[in-house]
């Protein structure tokens, strides 16, 4: 027992006692302190000595106990009870019986301009009116709204505009993203706004119902974010459990009840204006009942109608204490009693509740802290970051590992606690030690020399002397195109020529020949130059190997006599000299790979061997679109990529160009696949660590 425990202290007079909803089989009982507008809950155990307490010696309290409950009470109880009154300011004098305690207490809890700005920053109110006497002279008006008539006309409206929206969700999903736009999402604004204000009218008229005073009403800002409230704390004094159900989910049933009639109507209406206001209510109540309010990990309805259910008031602050103490129990086995003693089911749902809470926080802060940044200009988006995740992650943190600092003597003296500290340590050892890194590099397989055999223009095969596997040497003759344009351009251009000269020949007998005689020989030098061209371009319809190899991917169906355009590619030929793959590393394994590198080129094919060969070369300079197309994931490659509107493909993160000689005979064809490179060695801490600066100092480039 502690000094201060040896004199009950005395309760303040104003307090009162109500009672509350039943939890476990037993009835709870709430203390209220109307100065403070707060509720306290306590056992029923608690509220028994509460009405014996009198300030006053120990053993006195301890015989009225005896005498008037028939029941012994140990002094750890009692001190347990005292601690709880003086640490929620329910008596008189504070613990120690020095008044002025009070006023250190204020002072410890008053906050200071930092700390005010960053909750106020995160979350304050603006209460905006007390409708207490308006709902109640507005009562009997929404009364026969809550009649179970008026539930089944809902209830039945739902199901079948559900129904009908199904058999005609084509047309629901396709006008969804048609109201992705600027007058669409003002539309969503303005249905939200109404949405929300009924959705609080719920919860004042089910509060008004119940016999709970609705004190204010108004405006919360979580990050700036217009949030309406209503203040039904009063609730707390409900003795019935479905009451303070129906009050926490009375504003997802308003929302659900014009979600599913919003839903019916659209189903019904033609296109036009009513429609799609019928779209926009039904999808905004759907979205904002089922994705947002029914999250019990936040203080939303979901979260006061499971506290509710649950019969737990402070859900989240006694889960989390629950969570820490099973937390230490299991790195440090303390063998120490928990905060609450709870049914053993209850205790593990709410030791659940409380990981599942801290993990999506975690995720959900992180993602505050990334809104944050780009919110605000790089500087102050920055620091606001670090604040961000100091405050609402760190210092979380932080504050256990205080915890764990005070309880040394006893974490040391546990065997589990050296269980943990090997784990622990082993842990670090293991992502700080090197490991052998793979690089996998998305590649084709190519042929350092392969020529695309197309026509030099629009043409009529003549003569074809190859098909798909013939060995060609270099400039054997491969097919013989004819084209009769081309021959018609020749002959009139040889005709022109002769013209030509013949004008110039007689020049000296024909005045009105000498007088054009420079343009005539200015338009003899263009037309034999122009059948220099076209002579040329005969040449090339005598098609030939430039190299040797192996003709591969020919036409199919081409014969003699068909005819052919210049952007119809008739065959390829590979070189049987070398083979190299090509591919994109990432820009965060570019340092790990060195020219000269073993490499195993793996095909996508899996009939196909591996081969093996050696870096040639890696590119200095990222790349700014992706040449070879088979790697983007807009092709079924394994490069992530889009397509820009010039048509180039654009990777979505740096990537350099990797090409590797390959040993053996070459592929008659593109083969796609990977490239294995065993990279320098790098521990996950490292990496982890050069992640984090390379995306400080690409974001401090202000």
Known sequence: MTPDAVVLPELRPELTLHAGPMRFGDRNWVIYDPIRHRYFQVSHDAFALLKLWKAGEIDVFRARVETQLDRCVDASEIEALTTFLFANNLTLTPAGGDVLNYARQIKRQHQGVWQRMMHQYLFFRVPLCRPHRFLEATLPVVEPLYSRF????????????????????????????????????????????????????????????????????????????PILFTDVSDASRLRSRQQKVAIAGAGMAVELAIAGIATFIWAFLPDGPMRS?????????????????????????????????????????????????????????????????????????????????????????????????????????????????FWFIGRPILSELSEWWKMKHDIAKRGSSWITVLVFLGTLVGLSVPWSATVYVPAVAVSSDAFEVFPPRSARVVDLRFETGTVAEAGMPLMTLASPDLEFEIAATKQKIALSEARLLRVAGDLRDRATRMITEQELVRSQAKLVNLEKERERLEVVAPHAGVVTDTLSGLNVGDWVDAE?????????????????????????????????????????????????????????????????????GA???????????????????????????????????????????????PAAWRRVMQVLVREMNF
């Open 150 to 225: 008026m539930f089944w006309i809902v209830v039945v409206l739902s199901v079948v505009g559900l129904y009908l929206t199904a058999r005609q969700w084509n047309v629901f999903s396709a006008t969804f993203v048609d109201f992705l736009s600027p007058s669409g999402l003002l539309a969503y604004g303005v249905a939200l706004v109404a949405l929300k204000i009924l959705h609080e009218l719920g919860h004042a008229y089910t509060a008004t119902r119940a016999g709970v005073r609705v004190n204010t009403m108004g405006v919360a800002f979580m990050l700036l974010m």
């Open 277 to 389: 206001v019928a779209f926009v209510v039904a999808t905004t109540s759907w979205i904002l009942s089922l994705m947002i309010n029914l999250n019990p990990l936040m203080r939303f309805d979901g979260y006061y109608l499971l506290a509710d259910a649950w019969g737990i008031e402070n859900l989240q602050s006694r889960s989390f204490a629950i969570g820490r103490w099973k937390l230490r129990e299991a790195l440090f086995g303390l063998e120490a009693a928990p905060p609450e003693v709870f049914p053993i089911w209850t205790r593990f749902w709410l030791i659940v509740y409380a990981f599942a809470t801290w993990i999506y926080r975690l995720f959900l802060f992180i993602g505050i802290a990334l809104l944050v940044y780009h919110l605000f200009f790089k500087a102050a988006g920055l620091l606001l970051f670090i604040v961000e995740i």
């Open 568 to 636: 119809t590619r008739i065959a390829r030929v590979v070189s049987t000299r070398a083979l190299e793959a090509h591919g994109y590393i990432h820009e965060d394994d570019v340092w790990k790979v060195d020219v000269g590198q073993a490499a195993v080129f793996v095909p996508e094919d899996p009939l196909l061997a591996s081969r093996r060969g050696r870096v040639g070369l890696v590119s200095e300079a990222g790349a700014e679109d992706l040449k070879i197309r088979y790697l983007s994931t807009v092709f079924g």
């Open 639 to 685: 490069v992530p990529s889009d397509a820009g509107d010039d048509g180039e493909i654009k990777p979505r993160s740096g990537r350099y160009f990797l090409q590797v000689e390959l040993n053996g005979e070459p592929m008659q064809r593109v083969v796609r696949g990977t490239v294995l490179l065993d990279g320098h060695p790098e521990s996950i801490l």
